[in-house]
């Protein structure tokens, strides 16, 4: 089980990896004046990129079985959830590939299931450190 535990995280770094670096579906044309304060959708792109390097951190302290880790990558799929949600209209949303899309989504699957799985019991008692 924890052989399957460790590999399902690899797999989710690299699916949110490669999802992120595959180009575009379309050339993205976005006008931002200057004068008016940005988008909202321009600060929900920060607010992923945060997510994503709390997956980053996570995904290491899940492989060291350090118990934070659980707690920081079930915050940072609840956050993701949350920002895809609000960027369905988004321009960016909306130029993503159809295999950056399934790839986000093989990505937060594999985080759920990685997250069912540090509680089972096999996995579960490598989370009990004494320090």
């Known amino acids: 089980m924890v052989v399957l535990f460790r590999t399902l995280i690899v797999m989710a770094i690299a699916f949110l990896l490669v999802g992120a670096v595959l180009p575009f579906d379309r050339p993205l044309q976005i006008d931002v004046d200057l004068n008016q304060p ?12 945060l997510l994503t390097l709390a997956a980053l951190v996570a995904s290491g302290a899940l492989l060291l079985f ?3 880790g659980r707690w920081v990558i079930a915050l940072a ?3 993701g959830l949350v920002v895809a949600w609000l960027m369905v209209g988004s321009p960016v949303a909306e130029s993503l590939s159809l295999w ?10 594999a985080w ?3 997250l069912a799985i540090s509680y089972h019991p096999t996995v579960s008692v490598r989370f009990r450190h004494d320090r």
């Open 112 to 114: 759920l299931i990685v």
């Open 77 to 79: 799929s609840l956050g």
């Open 66 to 68: 350090r118990p934070w």
């Open 38 to 49: 940005p988008p909202v959708w321009l600060a929900l792109s920060g607010a992923f990129l």
């Open 100 to 109: 950056t899309n399934v790839l986000f989504a093989l990505s937060a699957l």
